[in-house]
T-cell receptor, first 110, second 114 residues
Framework: QKEVEQNSGPLSVPEGAIASLNCTYS??????FFWYRQYSGKSPELIMF????GDKEDGRFTAQLNKASQYVSLLIRDSQPSDSATYLC??????????FGKGTHLIIQP | DAMVIQNPRYQVTQFGKPVTLSCSQT?????MYWYQQKSSQAPKLLFH???????NEADTPDNFQSRRPNTSFCFLDIRSPGLGDAAMYLC?????????????FGSGTRLTVV
């Protein structure tokens, strides 16, 4: 059974600092990796996706993938209070759907 | 704007009374999914349609059924809701083979069972 593990937090980060979120996954054959942001009571919103080992940057967000270690991370630079949310790591792809982690609750302190 | 729309946003149903949640999409994606998310838990895939082909997850209770009458619409039927079925139900779509597009979620339906 595919599993995705995240530290549930809360992770508290001062405004303007870098927030680092981590995720590990069990299925070594996984090809696609996603980070979703979810505000309380709302549906998940796609932040980043990554398929290849290494780093992928988009604005203040950087996703990092290490398939050998089965590890995915998300860095948020210059953290803002509006970044406070739960961040869901998801693994999978294709037509079979995604396997989600439970999410990390991030709090940006003004 | 192309999107995934779920109705209603909030649904209250009585214990044991059948309820139907709906999802529509204007993205013309060929795959549609239903996820169940309970408080502080990961979204859990219930089933998905690849075009007209229905794919049920092994641990999805028989109490949950789905219909997809056409490309745009998909329904989740809960035949006899129990208190444990109270959750957020998320509909998502994707373009099979379109890895770069991820999955687009609707706004969700919050189901309360009384």
């Amino acid at each position: 059974q595919k599993e995705v593990e995240q530290n549930s937090g809360p992770l508290s980060v001062p405004e303007g600092a870098i927030a680092s979120l981590n995720c590990t996954y069990s299925d070594r054959g996984s090809q696609s990796f996603f980070w979703y942001r979810q505000y309380s009571g709302k549906s998940p919103e796609l932040i980043m996706f990554i398929y290849s080992n290494g780093d992928k940057e988009d604005g203040r967000f950087t996703a990092q993938l290490n398939k050998a270690s089965q590890y995915v991370s998300l860095l948020i630079r210059d953290s803002q209070p509006s970044d406070s949310a739960t961040y869901l790591c998801a693994v999978g792809g294709g037509a079979d759907g995604l396997t989600f982690g439970k999410g990390t609750h991030l709090i940006i302190q003004p | 704007d192309a999107m995934v729309i779920q109705n209603p946003r909030y649904q209250v149903t009585q214990f044991g009374k059948p309820v139907t949640l709906s999802c529509s999409q204007t993205l013309n994606h060929n795959v549609m999914y239903w996820y169940q998310q309970k408080s502080s838990q990961a979204p859990k895939l219930l089933f998905h349609y690849y075009d007209k082909d229905f794919n049920n997850e092994a641990d999805t209770p028989d109490n949950f059924q789905s219909r997809r009458p056409n490309t745009s619409f998909c329904f989740l039927d809960i035949r006899s809701p129990g208190l444990g079925d109270a959750a957020m139900y998320l509909c998502a779509t994707s373009r099979a083979g379109g890895e770069g597009y991820g999955y687009t979620f609707g706004s969700g339906t919050r189901l309360t069972v009384v």
